[in-house]
């Protein structure tokens, strides 16, 4: 089975832009995740989608959203970027019905200048 | 105060040495999970725990539910052990919301 894909790997955006964040989970898992890490802050949850449904967010600004689709491919985005929003973007997804092992994908590195 | 507190923060160990990593939390949950993270960022699941011990080769990680408190143990520590080993709670109902720890970054030396 491929792991979680997370694309693109690396990306640099200009402050004020906005950004797209992609992530394909296992086969079968239909819960994804998003991370947030930082050096400041270390590793933050932003949201959690299921069967394209968001359960539950963590403490971000309204600027951070994500989406889910059909095939429980899942995006996320982040509007009118910040300096401070350069960071590590790591998805997650679970297989809710065997155990809840988590799988990480490689995260997606973005630096806002 | 964090919700969850690992110790220590920075551990150097010689190969062949045996380590503990601690991770104790204060909030109620249902699944504890320890993950290690390499240079580049990937973090890969090393145990899921509700309650117990669970040994996977080298590794073993034991949880108290009571004291709120788990272990990480390497036995016969290896340089390829080198990385960052995180504690992460999940409370229950929170549907993938982890709450993690600092981290503890591990160096063996050969």
């Known amino acids: 089975k491929a792991g979680v894909t997370q694309t693109p790997r690396y990306l640099i955006k200009t402050r004020g832009q906005q950004v797209t964040l992609s992530c394909s989970p296992i086969?079968?898992?239909?819960?994804v995740s998003w991370y947030q890490q930082t050096p400041g802050q270390g590793l933050q949850f932003l949201f959690e989608y299921f069967s394209e449904t968001q359960r539950n967010k963590g403490n971000f600004p309204g600027r951070f959203s994500g989406r889910q689709f059909s095939n429980s491919r899942s995006e996320m985005n982040v509007s009118t970027l910040e300096l401070g929003d350069s960071a590590l973007y790591l998805c997650?997804?679970?297989?809710?019905?065997?155990?809840?092992?988590?799988?990480f994908g490689e995260g997606s590195w973005l630096t806002v200048v | 105060k964090n919700e969850v507190e690992q110790s220590p923060q920075n551990l150097t160990a010689q190969e062949g040495e045996f380590i503990t990593i601690n991770c104790s939390y204060s909030v109620g949950i249902s699944a504890l999970h320890w993950l290690q993270q390499h240079p580049g960022g990937g973090i890969v699941s090393l145990f899921m725990?509700?309650?117990g011990k669970k040994k996977h080769g080298r590794l073993i990680a034991t949880i108290n539910i009571q004291e709120k408190h788990s272990s990480l143990h390497i036995t016969a520590s290896h340089p390829r052990d080198s990385a960052v080993y995180i504690c992460a709670v999940d409370g229950g109902t929170s549907y993938g919301k982890l709450t993690f720890g600092q981290g503890t970054i591990l160096t063996v030396h050969p």
């Open positions: 725990l509700s309650s």
């Open positions: 997650a997804s679970m297989d809710i019905t065997s155990g809840n092992t988590i799988y």
């Open positions: 086969s079968g898992h239909r819960s």
